[in-house]
């Protein structure tokens, strides 16, 4: 068998590296561990306002990973807009067409600009007020 077609790069990183990355990435691993059991554990014990206002604990978990997957799309959205303006598009245009277009249409004229306004205003009642609703 061959691993000509493993490898990720040419050269090894040093064992200290990989060590770094693999500290770095349970550390992140457990705090988001520890945050998500405390934000539910908070849901479910209805320590929320969200369940002073009536939202339902059923309701309420969903409502929260859907808002938290919301905000993610969005801000990482804008960080690969923002980050492949500077780039060349025909560097990206044959392997990743769908790219392209999102990119093309995004950066067209003041677009960027509206995306960036657009998305405050549909985060801002969630990430403002919603969290309030949940304590």
């Not at 859907?66 to 560097?91: C, M, N, R, Y």
């Not at 405050?120 to 304590?135: F, G, K, N, Y």
Request: overall charge neutral; glycine content about 6%.
């Amino acid at each position: 068998m061959s691993d000509a077609g493993l490898s990720l790069s040419s050269t090894a990183q040093p064992w200290y590296v990989t060590a770094t990355e693999a500290v770095k990435y349970t550390y992140s691993l457990a705090l988001l561990g520890f945050s998500l059991s405390i934000v539910m554990a908070a849901i479910v014990t209805k320590q929320t306002t969200a369940s002073e206002m009536g939202i339902p604990i059923a309701l309420a978990i969903p409502l929260f990973f859907f808002l938290l997957l919301w905000l993610a799309l969005i801000e990482g959205g804008q960080g690969a807009l923002v980050g492949l303006q500077p780039t060349d598009k025909s560097s990206y245009a044959k392997d990743h067409p769908l790219t392209l277009k999102c990119t093309k249409l995004a950066l067209d004229g003041d677009d960027m600009e509206r995306f960036i306004c657009g998305r405050q205003a549909s985060l801002r009642p969630s990430v403002t007020r919603l969290p309030h609703a949940m304590h």
